[in-house]
């Protein structure tokens, strides 16, 4: 009972680092002011944003340090990182140092690189102590990574709410902090226990009662934000932001207690990832199953073959596809798989345009008028981002009463953001630019969670750690891509006249000609994204569907 209690520690010690790390969601919130010290265009502080995701190119560097070093010493590694990196911007916009283009483009990939090895960490630590339930541990932790920007928006207001440099300070300080905040629960961590029956149904109501505080969380933050703009008022918001937290700390031992002995969870909600990993000790079985389900699967390929080639469309869906979930596939074989490309696809246009946007939100408001709402769209996006995060968990609650594949939900999750975007084109009020980014955070936030679970289940749980930092490399390649068509846009309206305010001997671009463009254009890449993911659904449904098939008759069969 020690060492399942101590499980749940380690879960929401990754909780809080996830909360107070995800530093990359509050770019926006001072990147006006870091334009206006360095004196640079929008296209050069595009370029920082690309350093800051660029840092997610280095991932596997985490994961190799933790196969040589303690995993408390990667994660102070990754503290001071983001101490060193964001520190020095933040002497840099106080005009405490003067220091070059190049070296702060440096400093912001070395930022970038902390946010990743803290993730990297918080992925090791969910999957090593939730075999079992992978997905909804991974799920949870992963989520709480939404609300960061909504937190230090809260910490700046509560202690001045008129400097939007605090951000960078902030950056640098806070996550040094967590990660001596919890460093006794790392260094304390249990052994992984074998799991059984009984283990997983009382980690099923745990995790129900978690997911159910972390909504309440996630609405918590979203709609008292708007009362914090007085000092006094952020505190108190903040304390109880804290106390929600400090509450998922409780959560496990009150559902452990007798005295919630009668309470049961009811049967119609399945958890996809407790079948995934069969509650078995011996996990020879599930590997014997699902090598069952691949040799049928190749049967009835080959009674079909005739008939496929008769179509060139139908072959090319057939071709290689998934017969089984869970095998393991080496970086060789992972980027020779047409489903991973189709993955890959589907994820840089749909969550990694996503973020692009959160990274140019200070520009977008400030462009279209309403730059004192600059803080409140943060807050708005991350909020979404958070909630998108917790229906990631979806497929598994609602398994039992709608069947479809992890990566079906993973392609309705984008339909949101083209919408998001030809909206965003129609109209420049202040209702489209909420609603609008309300729906790109719900969006890219379903797909940063969901994509790590998809990951393990479609290319192997093992190899996750490498084969998911590879996927990711879209990150930085998109921030590049995506970010270099809204500067050059931007920074071509700022040379006409009728557009241009100069400030401070910096132009600025004004009105909704500023991001037209680029608004049409991420909305024809997102469809892109979308029938990508359509794509990958279709061809990898029949091995989801084997696996459940084969789940169904072994829950029936006799003991």
């Known amino acids: ?155 700046a207001n509560a202690i001045n709410s008129n400097d939007a440099t605090l951000y960078l300070l902030l950056n640098a300080i806070v996550p040094v902090l967590i990660s001596g905040l919890v460093l006794i629960p790392i260094l304390n961590q249990p052994q992984p226990q074998p799991h059984s029956v009984d283990t997983i149904q009382r980690d099923t109501s745990v995790f129900l009662c978690l997911n159910i505080l972390a909504f309440v969380t996630g609405l918590y933050l979203l709609f008292l934000y708007s009362f914090s703009y007085t000092m006094a008022i952020a505190r108190v918001i903040l304390i109880g932001a804290i106390f929600l937290l400090v509450l998922l700390f409780f959560l496990p031992g009150i559902v452990y207690s007798r005295e919630w002995s009668c309470f049961t969870v009811p049967t119609s909600f399945s958890f996809y990832s407790s079948r995934f990993t069969r509650a078995v000790p011996d996990d020879d079985e599930l590997y014997k199953e699902l090598i069952s389900i691949k040799e049928d699967s190749t049967r009835n390929r080959s ?129 489209a630019l909420h609603i609008g980014t309300a729906l790109i955070g719900l969006s890219s936030g379903f797909v940063f969670s969901a994509a790590v679970s998809i990951t393990s289940e479609l290319f192997g749980p093992n190899s996750v750690g490498v084969n998911h930092n590879i996927l990711i490399t879209n990150i930085p390649l998109g921030s590049c891509l995506y970010g270099l068509l809204a500067a050059l846009v931007y920074d071509s309206n700022a040379r006409k006249p009728r557009h241009t305010i100069w400030l401070h001997k910096m132009s600025m671009c004004m009105g909704r000609k500023c991001y037209l463009q680029t608004f049409v254009w991420w909305s024809c890449i997102s469809m892109v994204g979308l029938g990508s993911s359509f794509f990958l659904y279709i061809r990898t449904k029949q091995a989801y569907e084997n696996f459940e098939r084969n789940n169904n008759r072994n829950s029936v069969a006799p003991e």
């Open 1 to 155: 009972m020690v060492g399942e209690s101590r499980k749940w520690v380690i879960l929401l010690a990754s909780i809080w680092v996830q909360a107070f790390t995800g530093t990359n969601f509050d770019f926006s919130s001072y990147s006006s002011e870091l334009k206006s010290v360095l004196n640079i265009t929008q296209l050069q502080l595009n370029y920082l944003s690309v350093a800051s995701d660029m840092g997610k190119a280095f991932g596997w560097c985490s994961g190799v340090s933790l196969m040589y070093l303690p995993l408390w010493v990667v994660m102070f590694m990754a503290a001071f990182m983001g101490l060193f990196g964001f520190g020095f911007q933040w002497l840099v916009i106080h005009r405490l140092i003067t220091l070059p283009y190049v070296v702060v483009f440096l400093l912001c990939l070395i930022a970038g690189c902390s946010i990743c090895w803290f993730n990297t960490i918080c992925y090791v630590l969910c999957i090593k102590h939730f075999p079992a339930n992978r997905s909804l541990a991974l799920s949870l932790s992963i989520s709480f990574n939404g609300v960061s920007a909504a937190l230090y928006t809260l910490i």
């Open 303 to 431: 009674a079909q073959s005739t008939r496929e080639k008769k179509c060139c469309i139908v072959n090319m869906l057939e071709r290689e596809k998934f017969s089984m979930l869970g095998e393991e596939h080496s970086a060789k074989l992972l980027v020779r798989r047409w489903d991973f490309w189709l993955y890959y696809l589907a994820y840089f246009c749909g969550g990694t345009i996503g973020l692009v946007y959160s990274n140019n939100m200070g520009q977008i408001s400030q462009s279209l008028g309403h730059s004192s709402q600059t803080s409140s769209l943060v807050t708005l996006y991350s909020a979404c981002s958070f909630f998108g995060r917790l229906l990631a968990a979806s497929p598994d609650f609602l398994s039992r009463r709608i069947h479809i594949a992890r990566t079906g939900w993973f392609a309705a999750a984008l339909v949101p953001t083209p919408i998001a975007f030809i909206l965003l084109a129609i109209s420049g009020s202040g209702a």
